[in-house]
């Protein structure tokens, strides 16, 4: 499975962005990680086949998690962008043993206050 990410971008603290992954084929779940300058990557949200989603209880409810199963799209909308949301976000998918096996190449978010 091949995982393309776009949308990020540069914007103003207060903003939103909608960050876009395309895979290459279907999968069953279809998540979000983020990796912030100098440290590790943490994982956002994901999203099942089912559209049963689960979030890092750590981050404030401005993340939405969301897909298009007939495109084999997944989205990730962020609102209220902080300068703290200031990372490389990857869109990840679990292979046969439930690992995140795939990834994509990320997709810079930086945020300026």
């Known amino acids: 499975v091949q995982l393309q990410a776009s949308g990020g971008g540069t914007v103003q603290a207060g903003g939103s962005l909608r960050l876009s992954c395309a895979a290459s084929?279907?999968?069953?779940?279809m998540a979000w990680f983020r990796q912030a300058p100098g440290k590790e990557r943490d994982f956002v949200a994901r999203?099942?086949?089912?559209?049963?989603?689960s979030y890092n209880s750590f981050l404030e409810d401005r993340f939405t998690i969301s897909r298009d199963k007939a495109k084999n799209m997944l989205y990730l909308q962020i609102d209220h962008l902080k300068p703290e949301d200031t990372a490389v976000y990857y869109c990840?998918?679990?292979?046969?043993?439930?690992?995140?096996?795939?990834w994509g190449q990320g997709t810079l978010v930086t945020v300026s206050s």
């Open positions: 990840t998918a679990p292979g046969p043993t439930g690992e995140y096996t795939y």
């Open positions: 084929a279907r999968t069953y779940a």
């Open positions: 999203i099942n086949w089912n559209l049963d989603t």
